[in-house]
């Protein structure tokens, strides 16, 4: 448990899928122009992030992974499908998006009114392939520190995109210079708001 | 369209298509696109210039792809054919990568992988590929290939230079002997956010010399 809890922390806060990876980064910079719809596109992903991230972590542990196929005998020991990695996950994720849109357009039209344009951008951000991806790499032992880690990042994308959009909001009361206006300051915002955010470094429960 | 039949393989339209996303139309700074990959390989300048180049190759080949098919792709499912062109080339490239140079596919680690979602590829595929003939495809590919990578070769360079003290892993600053007279590395140079920032002022830099290119709000 104390294990979770500190996975969860830590992919919200440390290692922040937009300050820390720039995953995500041009859907952040696009959408952050209002507080209202970056909170829909920050919901869109976390939930999102919460399908796909388990769902890879099972194809990769019974499918790609060297020696995952041995449940289908002992034949299948050698195989080792990992190159089929970025092909498989994107294919997963787009076909989970689709699958999460006609979901929620069967159940939920108010929920799918206010998400309904983000769900298709959301198969080409970069911070869901990249979720996938880092739990790849780090290894992590069973489904449920995945999911933590999946929500977790999620989470973390969501909180970074609405207070980038609450600054823009406020900003436009600023001088700011002329060439600077826009996608410039925006930058430089975003590293103002990373280098906040590495206070957070080493944080351990 | 078919009157660009007997056109010279380098007129002058099809050379704007290789230099203006060197500067004007430039994907990163301009087109707000493939920020996600850039700022995160350019802590070094070697993995910036591997990046920088499978980017091309990538986006190159799968311009001149799907430019190819473009007539064959329904439209209903046009992404789908998209992301697979794309991701079976990035196999390709990382597995060439693993194979011949395997430090800096370490060092890229997930960020080789996340060229598939690369939005440079995408917008173009759409934005270009799926309207145009081949060879202005790949021309058009090889020039926003370019324009992406020279933007990471300058943070890169600036980074290296400022966070390292190194140019392309050579010593610079030591062989200037600028260490014993009490120079210090900017360590704040090596961190995530300062990419965000010299991103920030290079935009700052080129709109500042260029102003029909400042938003107006």
Do not use: H
Not at chain 1, 34 to 61: D, Q, R, W
Not at chain 2, 100 to 109: G, T
Request: charged letters at 15%; aromatic letters at 10%; glycine letters at 8%.
């Amino acid at each position: 448990m104390e294990n979770l809890l500190n996975i969860f922390i830590k992919s919200i806060f440390v290692e922040n899928m937009v300050f820390a990876f720039f995953l995500g980064m041009c859907s952040y910079l696009a959408v952050s122009k209002t507080v209202k719809t970056s909170i829909g596109l920050g919901i869109a992903v976390v939930f999102v992030l919460l399908i796909t991230v388990p769902v890879n972590f099972l194809i990769e542990k019974f499918i790609l992974k060297k020696g995952a196929l041995i449940w289908l005998g002992q034949g299948f020991a050698d195989v080792d499908l990992s190159f089929l990695t970025f092909i498989v996950f994107i294919a997963t994720i787009a076909a989970m998006v689709q699958l999460v849109e006609m979901i929620i357009e069967k159940f939920s039209p108010a929920l799918y009114n206010s998400l309904g344009i983000f769900l298709p951008l959301i198969a080409v951000n970069c911070a869901i392939l990249g979720a996938s991806l880092f739990m790849q790499e780090r290894e992590y032992a069973n489904i449920a520190e995945a999911t933590v880690f999946g929500i977790g990042s999620g989470i973390g994308w969501l909180l970074a995109i609405v207070g980038i959009a609450a600054i823009r909001e406020k900003l436009q009361y600023s001088n700011v210079p002329d060439p600077l206006k826009g996608l410039g300051i925006t930058f430089i915002l975003t590293g103002l708001m990373a280098i906040a955010f590495m206070g957070f470094m080493g944080i351990k429960i | 369209m078919n009157n660009q039949e007997k056109e010279p393989l380098f007129s002058a339209k099809n050379f704007n298509l290789l230099t203006a996303p060197l500067n004007k139309n430039n994907p990163i700074t301009i087109q707000v696109l493939g920020i996600c990959s850039a700022l995160a390989v350019t802590v070094k300048l070697k993995p910036a210039l591997v990046m920088a180049l499978s980017v091309t190759i990538v986006i190159a080949v799968s311009n001149v792809v799907v430019a190819a098919l473009r007539q064959y792709i329904p439209d209903r499912i046009r992404i789908i054919v998209q992301l697979v062109v794309i991701a079976t080339l990035v196999i390709l490239v990382d597995q060439i990568l693993k194979a011949y140079a395997f430090d800096v596919s370490k060092q890229l680690s997930v960020f080789v992988g996340l060229i598939i979602t690369n939005c440079i590829i995408m917008g173009r595929l759409e934005a270009f590929a799926m309207a145009n003939k081949p060879w202005q495809s790949f021309l058009d590919g090889v020039g926003n290939g370019a324009g992406y990578g020279i933007i990471l070769i300058i943070v890169a360079f600036l980074r290296e230079l400022l966070g390292s003290g190194t140019i392309y892993g050579y010593p610079v600053i030591e062989k200037l002997g600028l260490y014993s007279i009490g120079y210090e590395n900017n360590g704040m140079m090596i961190l995530p956010p300062m990419a965000l920032i010299v991103v920030g002022l290079i935009i700052w830099a080129q709109r500042g010399r260029d102003k029909s290119l400042i938003e107006n709000k």
